[in-house]
Nanobody
Framework: HVQLVESGGGSVQVEGSLRLSCRSS????????MGWFRQIPGKERGRVAT???????YYAPFVQGRFTMTRDEDKKGLSLQMNSLKPGDTAMYYC?????????????????WGRGTQVTVSS
């Protein structure tokens, strides 16, 4: 039974920083694809950044070098350092995993999701 727990969300001012963390349990696959996603009210959930089982990373175009994703050494956790935050980054942020080294194109193919952590950026 896979569980993902996000933490680190909060409220910050424009240009502030936050570090999100995701800890997993129950993952038996050695090098899964993991990633961060976000959902803005009224919009569909979208990809922020993913890391495949080989260490390859993908960042959504809106990240523009502001976010950095790292995987814990034990490969059971994932962090997202977010700098230069904008009001448009306000969203619920979710961690997800696919029990395969490759990252899927479709969000529905990620097998397990956390409950999310809220990020609010105010001007």
């Amino acid at each position: 039974h896979v569980q993902l727990v996000e933490s680190g969300g909060g409220s910050v001012q424009v240009e502030g920083s936050l570090r999100l963390s995701c800890r997993s349990s129950g993952i038996t696959y050695r090098d899964p694809c993991m990633g961060w996603f976000r959902q803005i009210p009224g919009k569909e959930r979208g990809r922020v950044a993913t890391m495949d089982g080989y260490g390859g990373t993908y960042y959504a175009p809106f990240v523009q070098g502001r976010f950095t994703m790292t995987r814990d050494e034990d490969k059971k956790g994932l962090s997202l350092q977010m700098n230069s935050l904008k009001p448009g980054d306000t969203a619920m942020y979710y961690c997800a995993v696919r029990l395969n080294s490759g990252c899927p194109v479709l969000l529905k193919d990620f097998s397990d999701w956390g409950r999310g952590t809220q990020v609010t950026v105010s001007s």
